[in-house]
């Protein structure tokens, strides 16, 4: 995943979402850090790098949540 893939997930997210009437969320991270989070407040969206998901390993921080959407 590039860093213009990040930036560009972030894009089609919060436009798909503000189509569907949500606020627009508060965004933290940079595409070049690898890491970025959509914060909507009830729904959370977490975009990695493939060396990013690997450092952080959030599905094993998180093993007994409920994963809705897994995307690769």
Known sequence: TSDRML???T???TEKTREHGVIKPYIEG???CGWMVL???S???HLFS???RDY??????WR???VVLHLQ
């Open 64 to 66: 007994r949540g409920k």
């Open 43 to 45: 729904v959370v969206v």
């Open 30 to 32: 940079t595409p070049d």
């Open 11 to 13: 894009d089609v997210i």
């Open 39 to 41: 914060d909507y407040g």
């Open 50 to 52: 493939p060396q990013m």
């Open 56 to 61: 952080y390993q959030l599905e094993e921080l």
């Open 7 to 9: 930036a560009s997930l």
